[in-house]
């Protein structure tokens, strides 16, 4: 196993997590974005959505539906990558047409996931607007592709890897960095 390196605590993470959440309610109460949902892509971006439901809620009242999404026949490196993938469930229980759609993933880095949820979102049907909400975005652009709402910024070096551990009333949130191998680290971000 690689060494994690802290480089965020629980009250980092909640901070930003809020941020994030005031950001998008500050749109709702302005108008810019009607009623929405919250679209978190599997595995992170599912568990960041959901905490910012909540939040969302408490700020404002507004008790956004959720639904998942995964990317994984979308993604760019299907056949090239040295593992199998594991396909998680994508449930959209709500019509998307003409549906402001909030997507939600933990880390923005090269853009590749966004374009890949961007092509999966589009099969469910077609939203009034797309926004994407991120808690860390770490910079390496490979796509053009911005973060409407973004907790914090993390500069690390190529070759690291930013962890995010949202664990809730089970334990303190994080965020790490550790050094990227594919080896070391499998395809649901976990360390092996």
Not at 8 to 35: P, R
Not at 146 to 170: F, H, P, Q, S, W
């Amino acid at each position: 196993m690689t060494e994690k390196q802290l480089l965020k605590s629980d009250s980092d993470v909640k901070t930003a997590i809020a941020k994030v959440a005031a950001t998008i309610v500050n749109d709702f109460k302005q108008g810019i974005i009607d009623n929405f949902v919250l679209v978190g892509i599997q595995v992170h971006g599912v568990s960041l959505a959901k905490r910012l439901i909540i939040e969302i809620e408490q700020q404002c009242g507004h008790q956004a539906p959720l639904g998942t999404l995964d990317i994984t026949m979308y993604r760019d490196d299907i056949g090239i990558r040295r593992m199998l993938p594991i396909i998680r469930e994508t449930e959209i229980p709500f019509d998307i047409n003409d549906c402001n759609v909030i997507l939600v993933d933990d880390v923005l880095s090269s853009g590749r996931t966004i374009r890949a949820a961007l092509d999966a979102l589009n099969d469910y049907g077609r939203p009034l607007k797309i926004k994407l909400a991120a808690l860390v975005d770490r910079g390496n652009r490979e796509y053009p592709i911005t973060a409407d709402y973004c907790g914090m910024e993390l500069r690390v070096e190529n070759d690291e890897k930013i962890i995010v551990e949202l664990n809730g009333d089970e334990a303190e949130d994080s965020i790490c960095k550790a050094a990227w191998s594919n080896r070391l680290i499998a395809n649901d971000g976990t360390l092996i």
